[in-house]
């Protein structure tokens, strides 16, 4: 075997090398890009409805002292329970009705939930309406503080991403979109 052969068989071994790593790059570039634009719509998803339930907070500026009839218990699901009632309140000279049904808290049977009730109907209400909208009203005015949290965590993943992404372009040769 001649020396020129010996070189040419390693410089087909060296380069069948370079283009297995390269494939390996444009698959780790594909992963990359993929858990990018996943994350992207995830937060995206939820930071739409974050930002729509904060509107919906601070659309609720006005509160006005209510009276609530007819506490109900009603199945929301399956074991899950949750109070309802029919309230009353009085809006530039006209009464407005509606039924509200309290999100938190649930209850796993019935008979506590009737106690909860008993509990809530010697309490005096304030209803939280939109002044520019009065039929936009809340017996409860919650803070979406899950839904924020919720998008912290997206945006801190998606940042890790690009900074997980950048680094890594530093460490290779190969440029990463």
């Known amino acids: 075997m001649s020396y020129g052969k010996k070189y040419t068989n390693w ?25 990018f634009l996943i994350t992207s719509c995830v937060a995206l998803w939820i930071g739409g409805q974050f930002f729509y339930d904060l509107n919906h907070y601070f659309q609720l500026s006005k509160n006005i002292s209510a009276k609530l009839e007819e506490w109900s218990v009603k199945e929301n699901e399956k074991g899950i329970f949750s109070i309802s009632v029919n309230y009353q309140f009085e809006w530039k ?13 649930t209850y796993q049977n019935p008979h506590l939930a009737n106690d909860h009730v008993e509990e809530w109907k010697e309490k005096s209400w304030t209803v939280w309406i939109n002044p520019s909208k009065p039929t936009v009203v809340s017996l409860q005015k919650i803070f979406p503080m899950k839904g924020g949290i919720k998008l912290a965590l997206c945006l801190a993943v998606l940042l890790y991403f690009t900074f997980l992404k950048g680094y890594v372009r530093r460490l290779n040769t190969v440029d990463l979109p």
Not at 15 to 25: A, D, H, P, V
Not at 93 to 103: E, L, S
Request: proline share 3%; hydrophobic share 35%; no cysteine.
């Open 93 to 105: 000279g006209q009464t407005i009705h509606g039924v509200y049904d309290f999100k938190k808290p």
């Open 11 to 35: 410089r087909i071994i060296r380069q069948l090398r370079t283009y297995q790593s390269l494939g390996e790059k444009l698959i780790s570039k594909n992963i990359f890009t993929l858990l």
